[in-house]
Structure formats: C-alpha cells, structure tokens
C-alpha cells in the first residue's frame, strides 16, 4: 500500500508557465484530495491524468486567490461531468459566504452537493475509511489552517507458526484473534491476540503546511510524519523578510521535519525569483538531508514501511 | 491603422487543453480591452505575448462561471506585477457585491484602483481616445450583455490639389479646414471644409455577442460592423436544443452578421462535442460565407479600408 503525491501547482503568488499557484493532490485507495486549489488547478490535474471525479474532499488553507481561484471552476466542470456523489470542502471562515455570492450572482451554481466545512478550531476534520484528516492553525497574514492526513494504525501481523505452536486450529479464531478478541479454545485454554500479533502497525502521516511562518500548528501536523509538504517561499537567511511577509524559508522548512521527527520533506510555494534551486535546496539540506523540491506535475509516492 | 483580434480562450462551459473558457482580447493604439475572463485567462495572456499591463478596460459578458472565473486571479497577478494605473471593469449587476465578498475574505485585494462598472442599461459604456464602447442587453438564461467597440468617424481626405486651385496657401489654413473651420482667405472668399475635404471616413466597429438566442440587441450589435464575434455553441439543425438552452448555432450566427450587415463573422464558444469543426463552419458559411472559427492563441487583424 502507498499513497500518491502529485503536485499541481508549486509556484507562489501568481501562475506561472512552469510553475501553476499552489494545489497537491493526494491519491489514496481510489480516492483524491486536494490540498487548495490555486486558478486552473482543474487544468492541471486533466495533464496529471488524475480523474477529477475521483476527487473525495478538498482541503482549502485561506483564502488568498494563489490558493483558493480554482475552486469555482473545478465545481463547475464537475457538474458539466454531471457529477453526482457528495464533495467535502473545509477552509476558513467565511466559506460559506463565498459560495454564497458565487450562488446568488450565478457564477456557481453546482448541480451536486456541496457540503461546506468552516474549520472551527485545530483537531479532526475529516473521517474517512481508515484515516482521517486533523487541521491545526498555522501562522500567516490572514487565518489559514494546515492539514495532516493520518492513516489508522493497523494490528500486528499474525503470527502463523506460533499460532500452531499454541494448537490453535485453522479458520475463524484466527480471524476473531486478528480483529482483537480473546478466544477460548476446545480445551478451554484461552488465547489472548498479544500471543499471536505482532505489535500494532502504524499508517501513514502526511502534513500539509502552507503558508505559514515557523509555528507550533505546523510543528504537529509534522510530528513523526512520513511526509512534510512545506512551503518554502524564501530561501535560507532571509528569514526576516520571509516572517514580515507571513512566508517561510527553505531551512524553517527544514528545522519544522527535523524538529517534528519527520522522514521526509518536499518543499513547495517556490517563488518565481528563485532560478536557483540549488540554493533553495542547500539551505534546507545542511539542515534535513531528505528535501527535495516540488515541480507542477511531479509524483511522490509514500510508502508503508511493513508491507 | 488596425485593431488586433486575440483569441485567449474559444470553449464552451469547461476548459479544456485545446480550447480555454471564453476571453477574447482586442488591441487597439497599444490598448488591451478584454471581453470576458474564463478561468486561466492571464495564463492564456502569458502565451499571447500581450502585455497584462497593457489591459485598459474589462468587459463581462455575464456571471457564468467559464466568462468570469479569470478576473480575480488576473487582478491578483497585476497587483503583484504592480500595476499603478486604474482599471475599469464593465459587467452585469452584483459586480460590485462579488467583489465585496471577495475583498472581504482577503481573497482578492487589488494594490491599484478597481473602478467596477455595472451596466445599468444599452447604450454607451465606455468613452476611449477615438472610440467608445456600446453594450445592448442578450437573451441568455441570465442577464447578459454584448459589447460593441465603435471607432469615432475621420474627417475626410484633405484634396491637396483642390486646395491649390482655390488658392489657398499651404500652412496652418489646411489645418483649420482639416479640423471642420470654414476659413476666410485674404482675398474675402470663404471656403468651407467641404471643398477640400472628401467624404467623413468611418472607424472600424467589432461587436462581441456571447452568449445569447438570436435577438435584436445581437442585431443591434453588428449592425454595419467590420468584424462580428459571436457564439456558436450549437451547430445549425441544432436551433431547438440551442435556443432552450439560451444558445445560438454557427446559421444564426451567421443570420445574425448577414442581416446586421456585417462584413466579417468569427465563431467562438465552441462546445468540446464538435470535434468536426467543418460542420459547424458549412452551416455558417452558406448564410454568410465570410466566416472562420476561433482558435486559442489565434489572432487576427482588422484593417481599416481607407488609409
């Protein structure tokens, strides 16, 4: 099992040939969720080949334009599709009054249901079949909230040869000891699960920090994550423009993965002014070696560690 | 002198690779005037070649998502770019309230002045340097306007050797007549502009109808015009299905440039279902056989007949 990256737009500000304003999608067992949803994200994902119906919530961080200006459109393609199923959107205060406007004037009129969430304060926000989505505020000029998408842990695996070795029979106790129960068997032994599983499995963390400047929010959405998305508006030592601007450096990226004990870190929100990645990278290499930097269009895939 | 036609986005309702929702741009003595604003459009403008900057005024036709989807994005881009120079925006009512909602949830906040425009009935919008712009109400499923660019009349030729054989001496008298002054010569003969001059000379006209139903405000639109953009989302045998839907097919756009006396007629809004654009054009160009089909990116020129 893994989860899909692919990222739709990576630039910061305004749209750039190569590189799109800000949206990542999210691939998981079927389902898509995009993390904001920055103008012609629609497009973007139709050259992903990712198939916009598939998509199951859309997480949004605040409402600037670079983050948000997609949204109407990709709604309204997917009621041209002719859409059916239900869509989830979270974000900031005031959601509800956007789509308001955009219904009452006509320019949004979506002909499935779009069931709006106002993200209220940090926790869970989405529960879906095996994960959930929790939010925790981050720190930028207006409210914008990040998310972390934390897969459920799975039981231990079973342990077969143990299993004979304790003389339990083959079929269903195997099944009720593996969903965590305590079986007694035909000599009344009984047989805890502790016996036979191995320890718990954990799932997959993936967090999503944009924008924002260093912050204790962004801190545990990256706590022990597989993967960090973080934006890294600026590069190392320019920190004090960056905080006065709301935005982050490649190394604060950097200090969140290491100081949160995370595996992995993907810069995004790259701005326009910054040809030389490699600077971008170094700042935040000498700090966290396993960075990489986003490109619109590239695929990262996250692996489960104990297959 | 001439105007340039560029094409930023010839689709109907969703975007696609080939085909971006509707914007169409009009350049005129280093001016930029566009006429809607679809989403992806400043990307669109990015690949054009023109100059962003250069956008004088802009123009909604109506609040469909794939006609205006664009503006806040495009706006939030020439703050950045930052743009000092106001800008006008023309389009239907709740104009000023789409960008209150917008403003307020910080997801647009122009650096530059926004002077919004909601056209409040047919007539003259905008006043430019030698031209002004027209709008007459359409028959669509919301209230929509079309648009006209009228250029100002030129006074006629100024016959050189006709002014000889009247004697008047070359110098600032020509001037006096070229700028409608009847002159007296020192003789006491008076001489009026209109025994040097040739006939007034018109400017050009272009009218953009989209998207509407075959009606008098279209008509109106065209009238006499040089070049006639109109929508045609629909083939010709399609009327029925068009029409319901508050569209035209390619025959009635073409009825529409052939009984307004048109000398040009370019087909956009075209639905992603016509992949055989040779249908689309054959039902056109047997009522009016000037006419072409917009591309994305395709650009045009409207030359004046008496240079």
């Given at each position: 099992?893994?989860?899909?990256?692919?990222?739709?737009?990576?630039?910061?500000?305004?749209?750039?040939?190569?590189?799109?304003?800000?949206?990542?999608?999210?691939?998981?067992?079927?389902?898509?969720?995009?993390?904001?949803?920055?103008?012609?994200?629609?497009?973007?994902?139709?050259?992903?080949?990712?198939?916009?119906?598939?998509?199951?919530?859309?997480?949004?961080?605040?409402?600037?334009?670079?983050?948000?200006?997609?949204?109407?459109?990709?709604?309204?393609?997917?009621?041209?599709?002719?859409?059916?199923?239900?869509?989830?959107?979270?974000?900031?205060?005031?959601?509800?009054?956007?789509?308001?406007?955009?219904?009452?004037?006509?320019?949004?009129?979506?002909?499935?249901?779009?069931?709006?969430?106002?993200?209220?304060?940090?926790?869970?926000?989405?529960?879906?079949?095996?994960?959930?989505?929790?939010?925790?505020?981050?720190?930028?000029?207006?409210?914008?909230?990040?998310?972390?998408?934390?897969?459920?842990?799975?039981?231990?695996?079973?342990?077969?040869?143990?299993?004979?070795?304790?003389?339990?029979?083959?079929?269903?106790?195997?099944?009720?000891?593996?969903?965590?129960?305590?079986?007694?068997?035909?000599?009344?032994?009984?047989?805890?699960?502790?016996?036979?599983?191995?320890?718990?499995?954990?799932?997959?963390?993936?967090?999503?920090?944009?924008?924002?400047?260093?912050?204790?929010?962004?801190?545990?959405?990256?706590?022990?994550?597989?993967?960090?998305?973080?934006?890294?508006?600026?590069?190392?030592?320019?920190?004090r423009s960056a905080h006065q601007r709301g935005h982050s450096t490649s190394a604060d990226a950097a200090r969140c993965a290491r100081e949160a004990g995370a595996q992995r870190?993907?810069?995004?929100?790259?701005?326009?002014?910054?040809?030389?990645?490699?600077?971008?990278?170094?700042?935040?290499?000498?700090?966290?070696?396993?960075?990489?930097?986003?490109?619109?269009?590239?695929?990262?895939?996250?692996?489960?560690?104990?297959?």
């Amino acid at each position: 099992m893994s989860i899909q990256i692919v990222f739709l737009g990576t630039g910061s500000g305004k749209p750039m040939p190569q590189r799109n304003v800000s949206s990542v999608a999210l691939f998981r067992e079927g389902e898509l969720f995009l993390f904001d949803c920055g103008e012609a994200t629609q497009l973007q994902l139709t050259r992903s080949g990712l198939r916009p119906g598939a998509i199951r919530a859309i997480f949004l961080s605040h409402f600037h334009g670079d983050h948000v200006n997609g949204l109407p459109g990709l709604i309204g393609s997917l009621t041209l599709n002719q859409r059916e199923e239900a869509l989830d959107i979270y974000g900031p205060r005031g959601l509800r009054r956007w789509f308001k406007t955009l219904h009452e004037l006509h320019i949004l009129r979506p002909g499935f249901r779009v069931r709006l969430h106002e993200v209220a304060g940090p926790g869970k926000v989405f529960e879906g079949d095996g994960f959930h989505v929790a939010t925790q505020a981050l720190n930028h000029r207006v409210e914008t909230w990040g998310y972390t998408l934390i897969e459920d842990q799975r039981p231990g695996r079973f342990d077969l040869e143990q299993a004979r070795e304790l003389g339990i029979p083959s079929g269903p106790l195997f099944g009720r000891l593996q969903r965590g129960e305590t079986i007694t068997l035909s000599d009344g032994r009984q047989i805890t699960p502790s016996q036979v599983l191995g320890p718990a499995r954990p799932g997959l963390k993936i967090a999503y920090c944009c924008d924002t400047i260093p912050c204790e929010g962004a801190l545990e959405l990256a706590r022990d994550a597989d993967l960090v998305i973080h934006e890294a508006t600026y590069v190392a030592g320019e920190e004090r423009s960056a905080h006065q601007r709301g935005h982050s450096t490649s190394a604060d990226a950097a200090r969140c993965a290491r100081e949160a004990g995370a595996q992995r870190l993907i810069l995004t929100h790259i701005s326009q002014k910054h040809l030389d990645l490699h600077e971008v990278l170094r700042g935040a290499r000498s700090i966290f070696p396993n960075t990489e930097i986003a490109r619109d269009l590239a695929e990262f895939s996250v692996e489960r560690k104990d297959q």
